[in-house]
């Protein structure tokens, strides 16, 4: 591989010098990049902005003909930057060899792939930790991930989402941190640590990317790619702090969103890239287009072909173009008519460039393809152990009537019932395209390794009919119940049910948005045909996304929230069911009591007719047929044990709201017979705002553990960076004024004080 001036090389006289030394930048690689630009066509620096999918058996002959042949020859010419979707170190070292070995500069390519919740050894999906409000465990989570994707090639992740979202009806809440812009800042930050760790040039991290910029989160109706239209306000408190923080904490990439934002395409949009992230932000890293995202601004409405795409991405600062071809086809015609400036393809390429130097991939192309690393790291006893952990701490208890969780160990006759609960493939969750089908513990094989009790299982009833591969739209079954009389039957037998009922894998994640939140097909029918006959039921959930499940509510003893967990889910949920561990999650969105309620969310507005009338308003915001609340609120989760909070004390040690210090404690005791874990959760309310607050904003949370009859006094403070919020020009203000403060666990069920700002 050669980056050194040859007599055939000329200097590119357009190239910008480097970056201003302010922003935190490696001199040292500034001037190599100073050198490498300087001798690369445009043509090449264009081809570092375009990303290919793997399009043929790498491993194999070359293609001759057709699009396949036209890729490879782009790979030998240099004028491709990366790849997505190649895996595994045999084929990644052959396409690599290509780059490196055929092109005139031998750049190296980034490898990129959605590394979403694990690589081969699945964790939980990212909603399901999120829930665990532990971000040692989800950054740890991160690196295993990290660890396996790494040693099969790969050395960028299209993660995390950090979108917020408050509508369960958007499947691919299932891949991100929830509701709430502080709680997903931390849990982006974590996952950015993981994937990134402490030396990004070592061969076990990789590079994240901070996705969707910005707004997808909020698309129309919960419905997948559709229109985002909200305020200055929301855009700037709700949807950036959690992008903020990962630029913050050092993210390698941002990738755009499918959405329009004020009537302009993310992938086109100027003020998103150049004028917050890279101008305001100071971000130097690199910005990738989602899949075909610039070719689609022509259905848009914004680009009448696609050379005008590229135009408008390129100039909109839209760095690599995942999958449209726009950029190759174009991009060097639009330069020299004027219509696009090199200084901007400079500055693309050298963003795309100095990722790949981060990375040690100029140093050793090849570091990522050690074969004998790859079989040694992918499912090995470390990394299941680790994501067994993260599992079990992503369990949320929803309701525990009259203790019937944990199980007894030994004595019990146990029906365990439901589809779900032999399936080895579902709990894998949606993005898991690198893991092997049905290598997941299924809940009966977790439940099995307690050989107490007598356990007896009956399906019940299918959730979906055929095949439930990786497509968008799943066939649920709504008529066949051929195996319920058998389920019955177990259950009539049993001291306790068991039942796990939910969503299949496929049933949310991207372009899996659903009009209902009820349990899918049959399963709401079998689930009150076995209450009829045994009101001791257990219900453990398996989904992606918040459901709505009033009935169960009202009538089932005992219900868990277990997501899609992963690798190792049934040895979870069996440990929590058992009592092997204490459940400590709490819920990171808000459960709808019936899907009218979507979106709904804890931080909401107290408007001028608050939600709470007062007694001379007759007409008030609410509905006339159910109540605001959620079923289950953002934070909410219990314990086995039983948790009292008491002497909430409030103290301002500086009223200045210039440089406010407040500081806040409560007492936290442990008043049941469980050693458990609780998270702590600090809320504030800023009463009168130049733009109106919501009702409650999360700003601290700490995770106490205590034995029986154990208290702690739990700390916070309140300052500058957590009393404030952004005005509706971007810029982080504090105002004088009466606060109110809640702590407590959940943020429906909290202790109140105030202070002042003078």
Wanted: aromatic content about 8%; proline content about 4%; some cysteine.
């Amino acid at each position: 591989m050669s980056c050194t001036s040859s007599s055939e090389k000329t200097l590119d006289l357009n190239t910008e010098a480097s970056p201003n030394t302010s922003l935190g930048l490696d001199q040292a690689i500034e001037s190599k990049l100073d050198s490498l630009l300087g001798i690369m066509t445009l043509e090449e620096k264009i081809g570092q902005m375009n990303q290919y999918n793997g399009f043929w058996d790498l491993t194999g002959p070359q293609p001759k003909e057709g699009a396949a042949a036209k890729k490879y020859e782009h790979l030998r010419k240099g004028w491709v930057g990366s790849m997505l979707n190649v895996r595994g170190v045999k084929d990644v070292r052959a396409v690599q060899k290509i780059a490196v070995e055929e092109s005139r500069l031998g750049i190296p390519l980034i490898i990129g792939f959605d590394v979403i919740h694990g690589y081969k050894t699945m964790s939980p999906i990212p909603l399901a930790e999120s829930a665990s409000w532990d971000m040692e465990a989800i950054k740890k989570s991160a690196e295993v991930a990290a660890l396996e994707a790494s040693a099969a090639g790969i050395n960028w992740t299209f993660a995390p989402m950090i979108d917020i979202s408050r509508d369960a009806r958007w499947g691919r809440v299932m891949e991100g941190g929830g509701e709430d812009p502080f709680l997903g800042a931390k849990i982006g930050v974590a996952r950015v640590q993981g994937f990134q760790g402490e030396e990004l040039s070592a061969n076990y991290t990789i590079a994240a990317c901070a996705k969707h910029f910005a707004g997808y989160g909020f698309s129309e109706s919960g419905r997948d790619y559709n229109t985002v239209d909200i305020g200055t306000s929301t855009l700037n408190n709700i949807v950036f702090p959690p992008f903020r923080a990962a630029n913050d904490a050092g993210v390698k990439t941002f990738m755009n969103s499918f959405n329009e934002l004020n009537g302009i395409p993310a992938t086109g949009n100027k003020m998103l890239q150049r004028d917050v992230l890279k101008g305001d932000w100071n971000f130097t890293g690199f910005i990738v287009s989602d899949w075909g995202s610039i070719t689609e601004m022509i259905a848009h409405g914004y680009a009448k072909d696609g050379k005008k795409a590229a135009e408008l991405a390129a100039n909109a600062g839209s760095d690599m173009d995942m999958e449209s071809y726009l950029y190759v086809e174009h991009l060097a015609d639009l330069v020299k008519e004027g219509k696009v400036e090199e200084k901007l393809i400079n500055d693309a390429a050298r963003r795309i460039l100095r990722v790949k130097y981060e990375l040690g991939l100029f140093d050793d192309p090849y570091k990522y393809c050690d074969e004998k690393r790859e079989k040694e790291v992918l499912g090995s006893s470390e990394n299941n152990d680790a994501v067994l952990d993260i599992a079990k701490k992503s369990i949320v208890l929803l309701k525990n009537e009259n203790q019937l969780l944990p199980l007894k160990k030994e004595g019990q006759k146990i029906a365990l019932i439901g589809a779900l609960a032999s399936d080895k493939n579902s709990p894998l969750g949606s993005w898991r395209i690198a893991a092997d089908d049905d290598t997941a513990i299924s809940v009966l094989e977790g439940m099995q390794q307690y050989k107490g009790n007598s356990l007896k299982y009956a399906k019940g009833a299918d959730v979906s009919i055929g095949n439930t591969a990786f497509v968008t739209e799943t066939k649920i079954n709504t008529t066949d119940k051929g195996e319920l009389g058998e389920a019955i039957k177990a259950a009539k037998d049993a001291d306790v049910v068991v039942m796990v009922l939910g969503e299949i894998g496929f049933q949310s994640g991207e372009g899996r948005s659903r009009t209902e939140l009820d349990l899918p097909g049959v399963q709401q029918e079998l689930l009150e045909a076995i209450y009829k006959v045994n009101t001791n039921i257990v219900l453990v959930l398996n989904n992606g996304r918040p459901l709505a499940i009033p009935w169960a509510d009202e009538h089932i003893p005992a219900i868990v929230e277990a997501w899609h967990l992963g690798t190792q889910s049934g040895n979870a949920i069996a440990q929590v069911l058992y009592g092997d561990y204490n459940p400590s999650g709490k819920l990171p969105m808000s459960f709808p009591r019936n899907v009218g309620q979507v979106p709904i969310y804890y931080n909401y507005k107290n408007t001028g007719r608050p939600t709470e009338p007062a007694p001379d308003i007759v007409f008030w915001s609410h509905y006339s047929d159910q109540k605001n609340s959620p079923l289950y609120a953002f934070g909410h989760g219990l314990s086995y044990t039983t948790f009292e909070y008491s002497n909430l004390k409030v103290t301002t040690e500086n009223q200045s709201y210039n440089n406010p210090k407040v500081l806040v404690s409560i007492e936290l005791a442990n008043t049941g017979d469980y050693e458990g874990k609780e998270v702590v959760q600090l809320y504030i309310r800023d009463l009168f705002a130049s733009i109106t607050r919501p009702v409650k904003e999360l700003k601290g949370f700490e995770m106490i553990s205590l034995k029986p009859g154990e208290t702690k006094t739990v700390n916070f403070e309140l300052d500058k960076e957590t009393l404030g919020f952004y005005d509706n020009k971007n810029t982080w203000i504090i105002e004088p004024g009466e606060f109110e403060v809640f702590v407590g666990g959940s943020s429906d069920k909290t202790m109140k004080s105030t202070f002042e700002l003078k």
